[in-house]
Protein backbone atom coordinates (compact mmCIF):
# COMPACT_ATOMS: atom_id res chain seq x y z
CA UNK A 1 0.00 0.00 0.00
CA UNK A 2 1.66 3.20 -1.20
CA UNK A 3 0.44 5.09 2.23
CA UNK A 4 3.06 8.47 1.64
CA UNK A 5 0.65 8.93 -2.26
CA UNK A 6 -2.75 8.20 0.07
CA UNK A 7 -1.14 11.32 2.49
CA UNK A 8 -0.03 13.66 0.18
CA UNK A 9 -4.31 13.41 -0.90
CA UNK A 10 -5.37 13.54 2.57
CA UNK A 11 -3.07 17.39 2.71
CA UNK A 12 -4.88 18.76 -0.04
CA UNK A 13 -8.52 17.69 1.44
CA UNK A 14 -10.45 20.65 2.38
CA UNK A 15 -13.60 20.72 4.13
CA UNK A 16 -15.09 23.67 2.96
CA UNK A 17 -16.83 25.22 -0.22
CA UNK A 18 -15.32 28.62 -1.64
CA UNK A 19 -17.91 31.26 -2.77
CA UNK A 20 -15.92 33.97 -5.09
CA UNK A 21 -12.90 32.46 -3.61
CA UNK A 22 -13.96 32.72 0.83
CA UNK A 23 -14.15 29.37 1.92
CA UNK A 24 -17.10 28.21 4.10
CA UNK A 25 -16.88 25.40 6.37
CA UNK A 26 -18.42 22.51 6.76
CA UNK A 27 -19.51 23.00 10.10
CA UNK A 28 -21.42 20.66 12.82
CA UNK A 29 -24.19 20.16 10.10
CA UNK A 30 -21.30 18.73 6.92
CA UNK A 31 -21.96 16.06 4.79
CA UNK A 32 -19.48 13.07 4.79
CA UNK A 33 -17.92 11.97 1.99
CA UNK A 34 -16.51 8.82 2.30
CA UNK A 35 -14.16 6.21 0.96
CA UNK A 36 -15.50 3.59 -1.30
CA UNK A 37 -12.71 1.09 -0.35
CA UNK A 38 -13.62 1.22 3.53
CA UNK A 39 -16.84 3.39 4.20
CA UNK A 40 -14.17 5.34 6.68
CA UNK A 41 -15.83 9.14 6.24
CA UNK A 42 -12.43 11.02 4.86
CA UNK A 43 -14.19 14.55 5.80
CA UNK A 44 -17.29 16.78 5.19
CA UNK A 45 -18.25 19.20 3.14
CA UNK A 46 -20.79 22.07 3.84
CA UNK A 47 -24.70 21.65 3.64
CA UNK A 48 -25.38 24.82 1.47
CA UNK A 49 -28.52 25.98 0.63
CA UNK A 50 -30.96 28.97 -1.37
CA UNK A 51 -29.06 31.92 0.57
CA UNK A 52 -25.30 30.71 -0.10
CA UNK A 53 -26.28 29.92 -3.77
CA UNK A 54 -27.50 32.85 -4.63
CA UNK A 55 -24.48 34.86 -3.38
CA UNK A 56 -22.86 32.70 -5.58
CA UNK A 57 -24.59 33.98 -8.75
CA UNK A 58 -24.06 37.16 -7.37
CA UNK A 59 -20.55 36.97 -7.42
CA UNK A 60 -20.38 35.55 -10.78
CA UNK A 61 -22.32 38.07 -11.97
CA UNK A 62 -20.31 40.82 -10.42
CA UNK A 63 -17.08 39.60 -11.86
CA UNK A 64 -18.50 38.56 -15.76
CA UNK A 65 -18.17 42.38 -17.02
CA UNK A 66 -14.50 42.27 -16.38
CA UNK A 67 -13.67 39.10 -16.99
CA UNK A 68 -15.53 38.95 -20.45
CA UNK A 69 -13.79 42.32 -21.57
CA UNK A 70 -10.10 41.13 -20.35
CA UNK A 71 -7.85 40.46 -23.14
CA UNK A 72 -8.04 36.86 -24.27
CA UNK A 73 -4.45 36.67 -23.71
CA UNK A 74 -4.22 37.29 -20.41
CA UNK A 75 -7.26 34.46 -19.85
CA UNK A 76 -4.81 31.90 -21.70
CA UNK A 77 -1.92 33.06 -19.43
CA UNK A 78 -3.96 32.15 -16.45
CA UNK A 79 -5.20 28.91 -17.97
CA UNK A 80 -1.74 27.70 -18.48
CA UNK A 81 -0.38 29.36 -14.90
CA UNK A 82 -3.16 27.03 -13.87
CA UNK A 83 -2.41 23.96 -16.15
CA UNK A 84 1.34 24.07 -14.37
CA UNK A 85 -0.24 24.16 -10.60
CA UNK A 86 -2.10 20.99 -11.87
CA UNK A 87 0.87 19.67 -13.14
CA UNK A 88 3.10 20.55 -10.07
CA UNK A 89 -0.24 18.92 -7.92
CA UNK A 90 -0.74 15.54 -9.87
CA UNK A 91 0.22 13.05 -7.49
CA UNK A 92 -1.96 14.94 -4.65
CA UNK A 93 -5.01 15.64 -7.03
CA UNK A 94 -4.92 11.89 -8.27
CA UNK A 95 -4.23 10.78 -4.46
CA UNK A 96 -7.64 13.12 -3.41
CA UNK A 97 -9.45 11.65 -6.28
CA UNK A 98 -8.45 8.41 -5.68
CA UNK A 99 -9.99 8.61 -1.97
CA UNK A 100 -13.33 9.85 -2.43
CA UNK A 101 -13.76 7.93 -5.84
CA UNK A 102 -12.12 4.90 -5.14
CA UNK A 103 -10.43 4.20 -8.51
CA UNK A 104 -6.69 3.32 -8.69
CA UNK A 105 -4.08 5.92 -7.86
CA UNK A 106 -2.34 5.28 -11.72
CA UNK A 107 -5.63 5.88 -13.30
CA UNK A 108 -6.59 8.90 -10.87
CA UNK A 109 -3.14 10.17 -12.04
CA UNK A 110 -3.83 9.21 -15.23
CA UNK A 111 -7.12 11.20 -15.21
CA UNK A 112 -5.13 14.93 -13.69
CA UNK A 113 -3.33 14.66 -16.90
CA UNK A 114 -6.41 14.18 -18.95
CA UNK A 115 -8.13 16.79 -16.80
CA UNK A 116 -5.14 19.27 -17.84
CA UNK A 117 -5.45 18.81 -21.39
CA UNK A 118 -8.63 20.21 -21.38
CA UNK A 119 -7.15 23.65 -19.71
CA UNK A 120 -4.09 23.38 -21.89
CA UNK A 121 -6.34 23.30 -25.37
CA UNK A 122 -8.84 25.79 -24.15
CA UNK A 123 -5.27 28.04 -22.96
CA UNK A 124 -4.58 28.22 -26.90
CA UNK A 125 -8.49 28.13 -28.04
CA UNK A 126 -8.82 31.67 -25.99
CA UNK A 127 -6.23 33.20 -28.30
CA UNK A 128 -8.41 32.19 -31.23
CA UNK A 129 -11.59 32.77 -30.52
CA UNK A 130 -12.49 34.07 -33.94
CA UNK A 131 -15.15 36.46 -35.61
CA UNK A 132 -15.81 36.80 -39.76
CA UNK A 133 -17.15 39.65 -42.10
CA UNK A 134 -19.30 39.36 -44.50
CA UNK A 135 -20.45 42.17 -47.50
CA UNK A 136 -24.33 42.53 -47.77
CA UNK A 137 -26.56 42.83 -50.39
CA UNK A 138 -27.80 46.08 -48.96
CA UNK A 139 -23.86 47.46 -49.70
CA UNK A 140 -22.77 46.79 -45.79
CA UNK A 141 -20.69 45.01 -44.45
CA UNK A 142 -20.75 42.86 -41.37
CA UNK A 143 -18.64 41.62 -38.55
CA UNK A 144 -19.27 39.05 -36.20
CA UNK A 145 -17.91 38.60 -32.57
CA UNK A 146 -18.00 35.41 -30.25
CA UNK A 147 -18.79 36.58 -27.31
CA UNK A 148 -18.98 34.86 -23.57
CA UNK A 149 -22.86 33.76 -22.89
CA UNK A 150 -22.57 35.36 -19.51
CA UNK A 151 -22.13 33.24 -16.14
CA UNK A 152 -22.72 29.83 -16.22
CA UNK A 153 -23.63 26.59 -14.02
CA UNK A 154 -21.70 23.89 -14.15
CA UNK A 155 -22.88 20.41 -12.83
CA UNK A 156 -20.55 17.40 -12.40
CA UNK A 157 -20.83 13.89 -11.70
CA UNK A 158 -18.21 11.91 -9.30
CA UNK A 159 -17.37 9.24 -12.20
CA UNK A 160 -14.56 11.94 -13.38
CA UNK A 161 -14.29 14.25 -10.55
CA UNK A 162 -11.47 16.41 -12.37
CA UNK A 163 -12.13 16.13 -16.04
CA UNK A 164 -15.73 16.60 -16.32
CA UNK A 165 -15.04 20.05 -14.70
CA UNK A 166 -11.91 20.64 -16.66
CA UNK A 167 -13.76 20.28 -19.65
CA UNK A 168 -16.33 22.75 -18.75
CA UNK A 169 -14.66 25.37 -17.03
CA UNK A 170 -11.56 25.36 -19.64
CA UNK A 171 -13.63 26.92 -22.18
CA UNK A 172 -15.96 28.97 -19.92
CA UNK A 173 -13.23 30.82 -18.63
CA UNK A 174 -11.68 30.89 -22.48
CA UNK A 175 -14.45 32.59 -23.59
CA UNK A 176 -14.35 34.80 -20.70
CA UNK A 177 -17.08 32.89 -18.59
CA UNK A 178 -17.16 33.51 -14.72
CA UNK A 179 -19.07 30.18 -13.18
CA UNK A 180 -20.74 28.62 -10.14
CA UNK A 181 -20.03 25.08 -10.07
CA UNK A 182 -21.87 21.97 -8.06
CA UNK A 183 -19.57 19.39 -7.75
CA UNK A 184 -20.58 15.25 -6.98
CA UNK A 185 -21.26 15.07 -3.20
CA UNK A 186 -19.75 12.01 -3.18
CA UNK A 187 -16.44 13.87 -4.98
CA UNK A 188 -16.61 16.99 -3.88
CA UNK A 189 -12.60 17.39 -2.70
CA UNK A 190 -10.89 17.68 -6.05
CA UNK A 191 -13.09 20.12 -7.65
CA UNK A 192 -12.34 22.25 -4.77
CA UNK A 193 -8.63 21.53 -4.68
CA UNK A 194 -8.82 22.46 -8.12
CA UNK A 195 -10.79 25.56 -7.65
CA UNK A 196 -8.08 26.49 -4.87
CA UNK A 197 -5.28 26.69 -7.56
CA UNK A 198 -7.68 28.59 -9.76
CA UNK A 199 -7.56 31.10 -7.93
CA UNK A 200 -3.79 30.41 -6.41
CA UNK A 201 -2.88 31.38 -10.54
CA UNK A 202 -4.62 34.73 -10.45
CA UNK A 203 -8.67 34.01 -11.14
CA UNK A 204 -10.07 36.73 -10.34
CA UNK A 205 -12.86 36.20 -7.17
CA UNK A 206 -16.02 36.26 -8.11
CA UNK A 207 -15.39 34.34 -11.54
CA UNK A 208 -15.45 30.52 -9.59
CA UNK A 209 -17.37 29.37 -6.45
CA UNK A 210 -18.13 25.80 -5.50
CA UNK A 211 -21.13 24.95 -3.94
CA UNK A 212 -22.07 22.03 -1.91
CA UNK A 213 -25.23 20.67 -0.53
CA UNK A 214 -28.24 19.10 -1.90
CA UNK A 215 -28.34 19.23 -5.52
CA UNK A 216 -32.24 19.83 -5.99
CA UNK A 217 -32.07 22.38 -4.01
CA UNK A 218 -28.87 23.69 -5.54
CA UNK A 219 -29.99 22.94 -8.62
CA UNK A 220 -33.19 24.65 -8.74
CA UNK A 221 -32.02 28.00 -7.75
CA UNK A 222 -29.00 27.96 -10.82
CA UNK A 223 -31.52 27.15 -12.60
CA UNK A 224 -34.37 29.39 -11.92
CA UNK A 225 -32.19 32.49 -11.85
CA UNK A 226 -31.85 34.71 -14.71
CA UNK A 227 -28.30 36.18 -14.08
CA UNK A 228 -27.23 32.69 -15.25
CA UNK A 229 -27.12 32.44 -18.69
CA UNK A 230 -25.88 28.53 -19.33
CA UNK A 231 -26.31 25.09 -17.75
CA UNK A 232 -23.97 22.90 -18.30
CA UNK A 233 -24.59 19.08 -16.88
CA UNK A 234 -23.05 15.83 -16.75
CA UNK A 235 -25.01 13.00 -15.52
CA UNK A 236 -28.14 10.68 -15.82
CA UNK A 237 -30.40 11.33 -18.54
CA UNK A 238 -33.65 11.53 -15.94
CA UNK A 239 -31.77 14.90 -14.41
CA UNK A 240 -30.81 16.14 -17.52
CA UNK A 241 -34.16 15.93 -18.95
CA UNK A 242 -35.61 17.86 -15.44
CA UNK A 243 -32.82 20.70 -15.36
CA UNK A 244 -33.48 21.40 -19.03
CA UNK A 245 -37.22 22.11 -18.06
CA UNK A 246 -36.25 23.88 -15.60
CA UNK A 247 -33.71 26.35 -17.46
CA UNK A 248 -37.00 26.72 -19.98
CA UNK A 249 -38.48 29.80 -18.36
CA UNK A 250 -35.23 31.81 -18.40
CA UNK A 251 -34.05 30.75 -21.70
CA UNK A 252 -30.54 29.20 -20.60
CA UNK A 253 -28.12 27.90 -23.18
CA UNK A 254 -27.93 24.23 -22.24
CA UNK A 255 -25.27 21.74 -23.38
CA UNK A 256 -25.78 17.94 -21.32
CA UNK A 257 -23.95 15.27 -21.41
CA UNK A 258 -25.95 12.47 -20.51
CA UNK A 259 -26.33 8.48 -20.11
CA UNK A 260 -25.32 6.04 -22.57
CA UNK A 261 -25.66 2.39 -22.97
CA UNK A 262 -22.95 1.55 -25.76
CA UNK A 263 -22.76 -1.39 -28.28
CA UNK A 264 -19.59 -2.63 -28.92
CA UNK A 265 -19.31 -5.35 -32.26
CA UNK A 266 -16.74 -7.53 -33.25
CA UNK A 267 -17.12 -9.41 -36.28
CA UNK A 268 -15.94 -12.17 -37.45
CA UNK A 269 -12.97 -10.68 -39.92
CA UNK A 270 -11.89 -9.02 -36.36
CA UNK A 271 -8.19 -9.18 -34.64
CA UNK A 272 -9.58 -10.91 -31.80
CA UNK A 273 -6.75 -10.07 -29.45
CA UNK A 274 -7.05 -6.80 -29.96
CA UNK A 275 -10.90 -6.74 -29.84
CA UNK A 276 -10.34 -8.31 -26.27
CA UNK A 277 -7.67 -5.88 -25.37
CA UNK A 278 -9.54 -2.66 -26.34
CA UNK A 279 -12.63 -3.95 -24.88
CA UNK A 280 -11.18 -4.25 -21.68
CA UNK A 281 -9.99 -1.12 -21.83
CA UNK A 282 -12.87 0.42 -22.42
CA UNK A 283 -14.94 -1.36 -20.35
CA UNK A 284 -13.34 -1.22 -16.78
CA UNK A 285 -11.64 2.31 -16.82
CA UNK A 286 -13.06 3.35 -13.72
CA UNK A 287 -14.89 -0.14 -12.82
CA UNK A 288 -17.06 0.05 -15.64
CA UNK A 289 -18.58 3.25 -13.97
CA UNK A 290 -18.13 5.56 -17.17
CA UNK A 291 -21.09 7.06 -19.80
CA UNK A 292 -18.87 5.89 -22.82
CA UNK A 293 -17.82 2.28 -21.40
CA UNK A 294 -19.33 -0.60 -23.73
CA UNK A 295 -22.34 -1.51 -22.17
CA UNK A 296 -23.72 -4.36 -24.17
CA UNK A 297 -21.04 -6.51 -26.71
CA UNK A 298 -21.93 -7.91 -29.44
CA UNK A 299 -20.25 -10.81 -31.43
CA UNK A 300 -20.75 -12.39 -34.62
CA UNK A 301 -21.38 -16.15 -33.69
CA UNK A 302 -19.07 -17.71 -36.01
CA UNK A 303 -16.32 -16.20 -33.50
CA UNK A 304 -18.85 -15.77 -30.54
CA UNK A 305 -17.04 -18.30 -28.48
CA UNK A 306 -13.65 -17.95 -29.03
CA UNK A 307 -13.69 -14.39 -28.34
CA UNK A 308 -15.81 -14.68 -25.10
CA UNK A 309 -13.66 -17.42 -24.06
CA UNK A 310 -10.34 -15.57 -24.63
CA UNK A 311 -11.97 -11.95 -22.86
CA UNK A 312 -13.19 -14.18 -19.65
CA UNK A 313 -9.38 -15.81 -19.63
CA UNK A 314 -8.39 -12.04 -19.77
CA UNK A 315 -10.83 -10.68 -17.25
CA UNK A 316 -10.31 -13.63 -14.74
CA UNK A 317 -6.65 -11.97 -14.51
CA UNK A 318 -7.88 -8.26 -13.42
CA UNK A 319 -6.48 -7.30 -9.88
CA UNK A 320 -9.13 -5.64 -7.79
CA UNK A 321 -8.27 -3.82 -4.55
CA UNK A 322 -8.48 -0.26 -2.90
CA UNK A 323 -6.63 2.38 -5.26
CA UNK A 324 -3.31 2.74 -3.19
CA UNK A 325 -2.45 -1.13 -3.31
CA UNK A 326 0.07 -1.84 -5.87
CA UNK A 327 -0.86 -2.93 -9.37
CA UNK A 328 -4.68 -2.77 -8.79
CA UNK A 329 -6.78 -2.11 -12.07
CA UNK A 330 -10.26 -1.83 -10.44
CA UNK A 331 -11.23 -0.76 -7.32
CA UNK A 332 -14.55 -0.56 -5.71
CA UNK A 333 -17.79 0.70 -6.93
CA UNK A 334 -18.61 4.22 -5.61
CA UNK A 335 -21.56 3.28 -3.27
CA UNK A 336 -23.96 0.11 -2.35
CA UNK A 337 -26.54 0.87 -4.54
CA UNK A 338 -24.44 0.51 -7.69
CA UNK A 339 -23.15 -2.99 -6.33
CA UNK A 340 -27.03 -3.62 -6.26
CA UNK A 341 -27.66 -2.61 -9.71
CA UNK A 342 -24.83 -4.45 -10.86
CA UNK A 343 -26.16 -7.59 -9.38
CA UNK A 344 -29.50 -6.85 -10.89
CA UNK A 345 -27.94 -6.53 -14.19
CA UNK A 346 -26.28 -9.98 -14.02
CA UNK A 347 -29.51 -12.10 -12.34
CA UNK A 348 -31.69 -10.79 -14.94
CA UNK A 349 -28.82 -11.88 -18.14
CA UNK A 350 -28.58 -14.75 -16.35
CA UNK A 351 -32.51 -15.82 -16.18
CA UNK A 352 -32.98 -14.70 -19.77
CA UNK A 353 -30.35 -17.69 -20.40
CA UNK A 354 -27.25 -15.74 -20.04
CA UNK A 355 -24.05 -17.80 -18.87
CA UNK A 356 -21.38 -16.64 -16.41
CA UNK A 357 -17.76 -17.46 -18.05
CA UNK A 358 -16.00 -15.28 -15.29
CA UNK A 359 -16.67 -13.25 -12.19
CA UNK A 360 -20.84 -13.52 -11.32
CA UNK A 361 -20.42 -11.99 -7.57
CA UNK A 362 -19.81 -10.00 -5.30
CA UNK A 363 -15.50 -9.91 -4.64
CA UNK A 364 -14.05 -11.68 -1.77
CA UNK A 365 -12.81 -8.14 -0.30
CA UNK A 366 -16.34 -7.42 0.67
CA UNK A 367 -17.77 -4.06 0.74
CA UNK A 368 -18.58 -1.68 -2.80
CA UNK A 369 -15.81 -4.49 -4.74
CA UNK A 370 -17.25 -6.61 -7.22
CA UNK A 371 -15.62 -9.34 -9.64
CA UNK A 372 -15.30 -7.93 -12.99
CA UNK A 373 -17.77 -10.01 -14.93
CA UNK A 374 -18.55 -11.90 -18.30
CA UNK A 375 -21.48 -13.20 -19.61
CA UNK A 376 -22.20 -15.16 -22.68
CA UNK A 377 -25.86 -15.00 -24.36
CA UNK A 378 -29.55 -14.33 -22.71
CA UNK A 379 -31.20 -11.04 -24.02
CA UNK A 380 -29.62 -7.77 -24.50
CA UNK A 381 -32.79 -5.79 -23.95
CA UNK A 382 -32.16 -4.56 -20.88
CA UNK A 383 -28.72 -3.86 -21.63
CA UNK A 384 -30.16 -1.44 -24.94
CA UNK A 385 -31.97 0.92 -21.73
CA UNK A 386 -30.06 0.98 -18.87
CA UNK A 387 -26.51 1.25 -18.47
CA UNK A 388 -24.83 -0.88 -15.75
CA UNK A 389 -21.99 0.65 -14.37
CA UNK A 390 -20.14 -1.14 -13.45
CA UNK A 391 -17.82 -4.23 -14.04
CA UNK A 392 -20.04 -6.66 -15.99
CA UNK A 393 -19.72 -7.11 -19.85
CA UNK A 394 -22.60 -9.05 -21.46
CA UNK A 395 -21.57 -10.41 -24.76
CA UNK A 396 -24.47 -11.13 -26.82
CA UNK A 397 -24.16 -12.92 -30.61
CA UNK A 398 -25.28 -12.18 -33.85
CA UNK A 399 -25.55 -13.33 -37.54
CA UNK A 400 -25.43 -10.77 -39.51
CA UNK A 401 -24.29 -6.95 -40.35
CA UNK A 402 -28.19 -6.05 -40.43
CA UNK A 403 -29.12 -7.49 -37.30
CA UNK A 404 -26.22 -5.95 -35.11
CA UNK A 405 -26.40 -2.50 -36.20
CA UNK A 406 -30.48 -2.85 -35.84
CA UNK A 407 -29.63 -3.65 -32.17
CA UNK A 408 -27.44 -1.02 -31.56
CA UNK A 409 -29.59 1.35 -33.01
CA UNK A 410 -32.71 0.49 -31.10
CA UNK A 411 -32.05 2.15 -27.95
CA UNK A 412 -33.08 5.36 -26.58
CA UNK A 413 -29.65 6.57 -26.59
CA UNK A 414 -26.43 7.56 -29.05
CA UNK A 415 -23.26 8.22 -27.05
CA UNK A 416 -20.13 6.18 -27.91
CA UNK A 417 -20.26 2.88 -30.02
CA UNK A 418 -16.98 0.63 -30.78
CA UNK A 419 -16.73 -1.90 -34.37
CA UNK A 420 -14.11 -4.23 -34.37
CA UNK A 421 -13.28 -5.19 -37.98
CA UNK A 422 -10.68 -5.26 -40.72
CA UNK A 423 -12.88 -4.71 -43.46
CA UNK A 424 -12.99 -0.58 -44.27
CA UNK A 425 -15.97 -0.77 -46.27
CA UNK A 426 -17.72 -2.39 -43.38
CA UNK A 427 -16.47 -0.23 -41.08
CA UNK A 428 -16.95 3.18 -43.05
CA UNK A 429 -20.67 1.81 -44.15
CA UNK A 430 -21.82 0.80 -39.97
CA UNK A 431 -19.76 3.45 -38.54
CA UNK A 432 -21.69 5.83 -40.61
CA UNK A 433 -24.93 4.50 -39.63
CA UNK A 434 -24.79 3.94 -36.13
CA UNK A 435 -26.53 6.38 -34.01
CA UNK A 436 -23.71 7.91 -31.78
CA UNK A 437 -21.90 11.23 -31.30
CA UNK A 438 -18.53 8.75 -31.30
CA UNK A 439 -17.45 5.99 -32.83
CA UNK A 440 -14.08 3.90 -32.01
CA UNK A 441 -12.91 1.88 -34.38
CA UNK A 442 -10.69 -0.83 -33.76
CA UNK A 443 -10.41 1.25 -30.21
CA UNK A 444 -11.52 1.36 -27.01
CA UNK A 445 -10.19 4.87 -26.30
CA UNK A 446 -11.97 7.72 -27.70
CA UNK A 447 -11.59 10.68 -25.52
CA UNK A 448 -9.18 13.37 -25.54
CA UNK A 449 -8.94 17.19 -25.05
CA UNK A 450 -9.29 17.31 -29.58
CA UNK A 451 -11.73 15.30 -29.51
CA UNK A 452 -15.30 16.64 -29.65
CA UNK A 453 -17.31 14.50 -26.72
CA UNK A 454 -21.00 14.45 -26.88
CA UNK A 455 -24.26 12.41 -28.03
CA UNK A 456 -26.97 12.42 -30.09
CA UNK A 457 -30.87 11.10 -28.98
CA UNK A 458 -31.46 11.15 -25.58
CA UNK A 459 -27.65 10.92 -24.75
CA UNK A 460 -27.88 14.95 -24.59
CA UNK A 461 -26.83 18.09 -26.66
CA UNK A 462 -23.81 20.07 -27.46
CA UNK A 463 -20.09 19.29 -27.55
CA UNK A 464 -16.79 19.70 -25.29
CA UNK A 465 -13.29 19.47 -25.87
CA UNK A 466 -12.00 19.99 -29.85
CA UNK A 467 -12.50 22.84 -31.45
CA UNK A 468 -16.29 22.87 -31.24
CA UNK A 469 -16.40 22.93 -27.63
CA UNK A 470 -15.89 26.91 -27.08
CA UNK A 471 -19.12 27.38 -29.14
CA UNK A 472 -20.93 26.05 -25.83
CA UNK A 473 -19.86 29.58 -24.61
CA UNK A 474 -20.21 32.08 -26.82
CA UNK A 475 -22.86 33.71 -28.74
CA UNK A 476 -22.31 35.06 -32.06
CA UNK A 477 -23.40 38.89 -32.39
CA UNK A 478 -23.15 41.01 -35.46
CA UNK A 479 -22.46 44.32 -36.10
CA UNK A 480 -23.74 45.79 -39.39
CA UNK A 481 -21.83 48.83 -40.43
CA UNK A 482 -23.22 51.11 -43.09
CA UNK A 483 -19.96 52.12 -45.23
CA UNK A 484 -19.86 55.40 -46.94
P1 LIG B 1 -25.17 9.93 -11.14
O1 LIG B 1 -25.97 8.71 -11.40
O2 LIG B 1 -23.91 10.03 -11.92
O3 LIG B 1 -25.03 10.30 -9.70
P2 LIG B 1 -26.92 12.19 -11.35
O4 LIG B 1 -27.55 12.74 -12.58
O5 LIG B 1 -27.81 11.76 -10.24
O6 LIG B 1 -26.02 11.03 -11.89
O7 LIG B 1 -25.87 13.22 -10.75
C1 LIG B 1 -25.00 14.02 -11.51
C2 LIG B 1 -24.85 15.36 -10.85
O8 LIG B 1 -26.13 15.99 -10.80
C3 LIG B 1 -24.35 15.33 -9.41
O9 LIG B 1 -23.58 16.47 -9.15
C4 LIG B 1 -25.63 15.38 -8.62
O10 LIG B 1 -25.42 15.90 -7.33
C5 LIG B 1 -26.43 16.35 -9.47
N1 LIG B 1 -27.89 16.27 -9.28
C6 LIG B 1 -28.63 15.21 -8.92
N2 LIG B 1 -29.93 15.55 -8.83
C7 LIG B 1 -30.02 16.85 -9.14
C8 LIG B 1 -31.09 17.80 -9.24
N3 LIG B 1 -32.35 17.47 -8.99
N4 LIG B 1 -30.77 19.08 -9.59
C9 LIG B 1 -29.50 19.43 -9.85
N5 LIG B 1 -28.46 18.60 -9.79
C10 LIG B 1 -28.71 17.32 -9.45
Redesign the pocket.
Known sequence: MNTAARDAGLKLLREHALIAGAAIPAGANGIAVDDPATGEILGHIPDLGVAETDRAIQAAHDAFPAWSRSDPHKRAAFLREWARLIDENTEGLGALMALENGKPFEEAKGEVTYANGFIKWFAGEAERILGETQDTPLGHVILTFREAVGPCAL?????FPAAMLTRKLGPAFAAGCTAVV????QTPFTAIALAELAYRAGLPKGALSVITGD??T??GVLTASPLIRKLSFT??TP?GR??AEQCAPTLKRVSMELGGAAPLIVFEDADLDLAVAETIKGKFRNAGQTCVCPNRVYVQASVAEAYATKLAAEVAKIPVGPAFEDGVKVGPLIEDKAIAKVEDHLSRVQTSGGRVLTGGARHALGGRFFQPTVTLGGDDELFRHEETFGPLIPVFPFDTEEEALGKANDSEFGLASYLFTRDLDRAMRIGRHIEAGMIGINTGLISTAVAPFGGVKQSGYGREGSIHGIDEYVDIKQVTLALK
Open positions: ITPWNKPASAAIGGSIKL
